[in-house]
């Protein structure tokens, strides 16, 4: 069983990866600068920040995965990427970096643009284009250290949380939508992508989009 660490924990994204991940008998730490309201039996929860990467790699100790599940919104803006930057350099060699993305930087065909760069709301511009920045500093890279970044469909958030299903597409870097148009994966859904990529990797150094 894999030792993760994930950094937002008690946020929407975090709380249901945490959830899946001790659902499948991993050993999970939670790190938020909050409370967990409903806290995961089986998860350890620690409060830190990213903000304070050497505080927070000695909270973490040994694990081998990380996942950055942090919103760029509120006093974080403008903070998430620098950190990030920060806490994938520090990590050592083996330790993998998963991250959640927003949909802005999946592609709306392949090839084609960015969904950010078409009618993408503008109230959620500047939220996405960090997350987008911090894709780019991974890319940028040159350490050679794994990492994967994952696109949540248009329609996921807490305002929809759906149900787990176990079941979702994998787009590459293409937006997973309906026969529809629609866009959506649940919450529970978004946690076993990543703990699917975490137990059978399949992207190593790449973004991708999950939805149904």
């Keep these: 069983m ?14 249901n990866i945490v959830a899946e991940a001790v659902s499948r008998g991993h050993s999970v730490i939670s790190i938020a600068r909050s409370a967990a309201t409903e806290p995961v039996e089986g998860a350890t929860y620690i409060e830190g920040t990213i903000l304070d990467v050497p505080a927070l790699l000695a ?20 903070k ?32 084609g643009a960015r969904l950010v760069d078409t009618d993408f709301p503008e109230e959620f511009k500047a939220e996405s284009l960090e997350a987008i920045g911090v894709l780019d500093d ?28 176990g079941k979702y597409r994998d787009g590459g870097p293409v937006l997973v939508t309906d026969e529809n148009g629609e866009s959506f994966i649940s919450g529970r859904d978004l946690g076993v992508a990543f703990v699917d990529e975490i137990e059978n990797p399949k992207h190593t150094r790449e973004n991708f989009a999950v939805g149904y």
């Design 2 to 15: 894999a030792r993760i660490a994930v950094v937002g924990g008690t946020g929407y994204a975090g709380s």
């Design 59 to 78: 909270q973490i100790g040994e694990v081998d995965v990380v996942i950055q599940a942090l919103a760029p919104r509120g006093d974080m803006v403008g």
């Design 80 to 111: 998430v990427r620098p950190a990030t930057a920060e806490l994938f350099a520090a990590l050592p060699d083996e330790v993998r970096l998963g991250v959640v993305g927003g949909a802005g930087g999946s592609l709306v065909a392949p090839g």
């Design 138 to 165: 991974l890319r940028a890279d040159t350490s050679g250290k794994d990492w994967f970044f994952v696109h949540p469909a248009g329609g996921f958030g807490v305002w929809a949380p759906g149900e787990r299903t």
